[in-house]
């Protein structure tokens, strides 16, 4: 014999299963999106695109976002 209890815990349980339902779909794709990126940058890396930009004037590893180099001050970038 059904109670009206029995319904309503029935009826919660489902909304609680499509919001985990949801959770899990969003971290899955939190998850394949942050794993392709690091997929795609260790690609990358392996292939040697990602290189390390080094001073002409003294080695050591510098950013071309900065016109001098951090170590020495040479002059770096496009106009170097
Ligand atoms: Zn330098």
Avoid: F, W
Wanted: charged share 20%.
């Amino acid at each position: 014999m059904p109670r009206p209890v029995s319904t309503g815990r029935v009826t919660g349980y489902d909304v609680m299963d499509q919001e985990a339902l949801v959770r899990v779909g969003l971290e899955l794709v939190i998850v394949i999106a942050v794993g392709g990126m690091l997929v795609s940058a260790l690609r990358r890396l392996l292939k040697g695109q990602v290189t390390v930009h080094r001073c002409p004037a003294c080695g050591r590893p510098t950013t071309r976002a900065n016109p001098r180099c951090r170590h020495c001050g040479a002059a770096v970038g496009p106009d170097a």
